[in-house]
């Protein structure tokens, strides 16, 4: 069963902590893509890597940033957590050529204090 | 305005009932269409692609309506299990493939 592992359901920081979201799917996938989703707002795209070491910006970059050093795992990093951050995280990735299939890990919900 | 439009609902059905939604977008380079489907506290999972000549996969149909720039999935005979939010999500060939999510359609049947 093919699968995109988020490392941590719920977490709870403080201001100003660092915070690092942890993302692995083991289907060989290309692309890889952090997004969240808040109410009224829907699915944003934060960050999108479609190969190893590279990494473009999303829709609303501004306070994040990521790591993918391995084919398989894509980090997200919040440098200095604020409290308008607290939401849901949503890890995806596809096949190249098949953007349009995602799949998701379950997400993390971080709730900055 | 946004560039993929949903109404939001929620709408309530009845069992064995016919619902559709709507999804408006608003680029006219957008090249490929789905809709996804999120249940409560999970994560989206793809539904189904929406084709031109539109397609059908048993209870649900999707179709596209480039003229006027919407699609629309009708699920016939619902299901308790059908409920869910359903996101229309649409790729643009301007903007490098990327995928533009809708906010989602909350959908509830009832017994």
């Known amino acids: 069963d093919v699968k995109v592992t988020q490392s941590s359901r719920y977490l709870v920081k403080r201001t100003g902590e660092k915070v690092f979201l942890e993302c692995v799917q083991d289907m060989d996938h290309e692309n890889m893509f952090w997004y969240r989703q808040d109410p009224g707002l829907g699915l944003r795209l934060i960050y999108f890597?479609?190969?190893?070491?590279?990494?473009e910006k999303g829709d609303i970059p501004e306070g994040y940033s990521v790591s993918r050093e391995k084919k398989e795992r894509f980090s997200l990093i919040l440098e200095s957590a604020s409290t308008n951050q607290t939401s849901m995280y949503l890890c995806?990735?596809?096949?190249?050529?098949?953007?349009?299939?995602?799949?998701f890990g379950e997400g993390s919900r971080l709730t900055v204090l | 305005r946004k560039e993929v439009e949903q109404d939001p609902g929620p709408f309530n059905v009845p069992e064995g009932a016919t619902v559709a939604f709507n999804c408006t977008y608003s680029n006219s380079a957008s090249q490929s269409f789905f809709w996804y489907r999120q249940d409560c506290r999970k994560e989206p999972k793809l539904l189904m692609s929406v084709y031109s000549s539109g397609n059908e996969d048993g209870r649900f149909t999707a179709q596209l309506n480039r003229a006027s720039q919407y699609i629309s999935l009708l699920i016939r005979d619902s299901k308790l299990s059908d409920s869910a939010t359903y996101l229309c999500v649409v790729t643009s060939y301007n903007q490098g493939g990327k995928l533009i999510f809708g906010q989602g359609t909350e959908l509830s049947v009832k017994p």
């Open positions: 890597s479609y190969d190893v070491k590279m990494k």
């Open positions: 995806a990735s596809s096949f190249t050529g098949r953007t349009g299939e995602l799949f």
